[in-house]
């Protein structure tokens, strides 16, 4: 018997992003797994994608949606995929190894620090502000502390190597 419905299509499956990809897309989380590890990994319910592949897929969406409630700043998947260059050290002491970026943006070692006088590093704000990253929306929404430089904070800690200098104790 005819009807009138129309056929849908169905959704790929790799249209679809479940909530555990997509956190650990926006934050880095994977519960109890170093993020580092999972990069290669399939996605769980992804038809086979990479984490990567999944974050270049749903990257603009991605992007949208974290710039919606962080705006000057960018998602976990970002800084690792995206970023072309680890933010700059702008006072204190360190020398950045600048192969490999790590966590938000920072460089995967630095060198040379004293621990009297840490390195500072550009805030995020200012990182996309000086690579022209930021959407019109997102200058507008930026307030000045939003420039301020910052050290490295307690999650950045766990990912960056950090190779203080050791004072002579003559």
Known sequence: MPTNRTKRK????????PPQVRLYLLHGVVEGVNPFIVNRR???GMDGSTFEQAFRH???MLIREYVKDFPGRRPWSWWRWTAKEP???LAGTGKPELTAIT????PLAIHEVQEED???FE?????LHRLRLLSEEERKALLPEDFIPAPLDEEARRYVYIN???NDAD
Do not use: T, W
């Not at 169905?10 to 992003?17: C, E, T």
């Not at 966590?103 to 920072?106: A, K, L, M």
């Open 10 to 17: 169905p959704r790929r499956r790799a249209d679809i992003m």
């Open 87 to 89: 933010r700059k050290i």
């Open 42 to 44: 399939k996605c769980p």
């Open 164 to 166: 203080e200098v050791l």
């Open 123 to 127: 805030s995020q704000a200012a990182y």
């Open 118 to 120: 840490p390195p500072m």
């Open 58 to 60: 749903h990257e603009e």
């Open 103 to 106: 966590y938000q943006g920072f």
